[in-house]
Nanobody
Framework: VQLQASGGGLVQGGGSLRLSCAAS????????MGWFRQAPGKEREFVSA????????YYADSVKGRFTISRDNNKNSVYLQMNSLKPEDTAVYYC????????????????????WGQGTLVTVSS
């Protein structure tokens, strides 16, 4: 599976952005999809994940209520709608695909994902 993230950019605090991640291959629906982010000088951290049929989602506490993850298996794509953005949301955002189960302890771990996209930069100004 090859993943291509897009949609990043510069936005003022309080604004919104929608990230997209397009996947190649015909097995997209068999993967759990996640979004992670990495701020300068920090480790990559979990943002959100969505189950194979979009029936289950999970969010980091830092983005809960502001970000919404969704997917369209017909378009082989996963999205991250980001609202009420804060300067601390500034980071490179990565999408990732996982073939295993949806246990929170696993889906929040970068080591548990099988494929990664190249990242898209989100910069939130104050």
């Amino acid at each position: 599976v090859q993943l291509q993230a897009s949609g990043g950019g510069l936005v003022q605090g309080g604004g919104s952005l929608r990230l997209s991640c397009a996947a190649s291959g015909r097995t997209f629906s068999s993967y759990i999809m996640g979004w992670f982010r990495q701020a300068p000088g920090k480790e990559r951290e979990f943002v959100s994940a969505i189950g194979r049929s979009a029936g289950i989602t999970y969010y980091a506490d830092s983005v809960k209520g502001r970000f919404t993850i969704s997917r369209d298996n017909n378009k082989n794509s996963v999205y991250l709608q980001m609202n009420s953005l804060k300067p601390e949301d500034t980071a490179v955002y990565y999408c990732a695909a996982r073939a295993g189960s949806f246990w929170p302890v696993l889906i929040t771990n970068t080591n548990e994902y099988d494929y990664w996209g190249q990242g898209t930069l989100v910069t939130v100004s104050s």
